[in-house]
């Protein structure tokens, strides 16, 4: 089969007999081969690009390690290309198949929830390319990664809260090896234990990370018999969708309910009461990955180490600002 047959059947599939066609395909399929969009203008020269993955565009968190990771790729001469899975690794292996096309030299990842992307990663890495992942690393994943203390700093959170008195304590959203499998969500149980408190089954959900769910979770939470004293938010911008149930349900920050959340985000201090947050360091998580990305390229990666890879953790630190408070106690009519 000559190369000018394979090249038609993926630009031109029309002009092939369909028995032809059928064979190159199935040839395609075999050998995982995939067109090089790039190919004309890379001869003789490597490639200034770096892809970065992130899970949502319009979480700030991604946007700040974005601006602040092209910064430092800029100073040496790279380009970032910005991609979206969404959070699911389904929706991440086009994208994927889209960087590699574009002959990314490196990509890094904000990996989506799911196994559907994890062989291609792989072949990429056997492929030579260097692969960083960042915010969330799957369980055993043994690419290098660039990570927040999560299970440390849900620890702080839920201490945190319990030393203002609270006991009812709920986190928007539960953790689940499929739908939401990140240390934030799998940690809050255990941090609860660990202070003798329980989390009552009706506090649970599992949901996506966006302010929608996040607002109708909390709607759902503050209409139970026993509502939670104080919630979790486990991203900024969930944060914002159970503000917005919080006021619509006539409650005060933090006398009627406290508020804690992931992410310093520009309106947590604005608001009133302004929020107490969780600061995540992430213009030194994007530069460190801009780093480790920049002396993979410069020093040569190669695919068939058996050198560990470099696992970056960052802590978080605390914010105490003014959405929480020790509990309302009842009053005494109230208990007769």
Known sequence: MSPTTAKRALRDPDKLTAETLARVQAAIEELHYEPDVRAGSLRGGQSRTVGLVVASIVEPFFAQFARAAARHLKAADYTLIVSENEY????????LRRL??????????RPGYGEESREYLERLRDRGLFILEF???????DFPSVVLDHAGCMREAVAYLHGLGHTRIAALGTYD?????????RTFPQAMRDRGLNVPPEYGRVVLLTEDTAYDLT???????????????????????AF?????RGLCLPGDLSLLTFDNYPWTAL????????EQPVEAMAEAAAHAVLRALEGGFDASSTTTPQHAVFPGRLI?????????VPSLALTL
């Open 88 to 95: 699911s690794a389904h929706l991440e292996l086009p994208e």
């Open 100 to 109: 590699y096309g574009q002959r990314v030299a490196a990509i890094m990842l």
């Open 135 to 141: 915010d969330y690393a799957p369980d055993g994943s």
């Open 177 to 185: 090896p499929e739908v939401h499998p990140e240390d934030r969500s």
């Open 219 to 241: 709607h759902e939470l503050l209409a139970l018999p026993t509502p939670p004293t104080a919630l979790i938010a486990l991203t900024g911008t969930q944060a914002i969708g």
């Open 244 to 248: 917005r149930a919080i006021r619509e």
């Open 271 to 278: 608001v009133d009461p302004p929020i107490t947050v969780i």
């Open 320 to 328: 105490v600002r003014g959405s929480c408070a020790p509990p309302r």
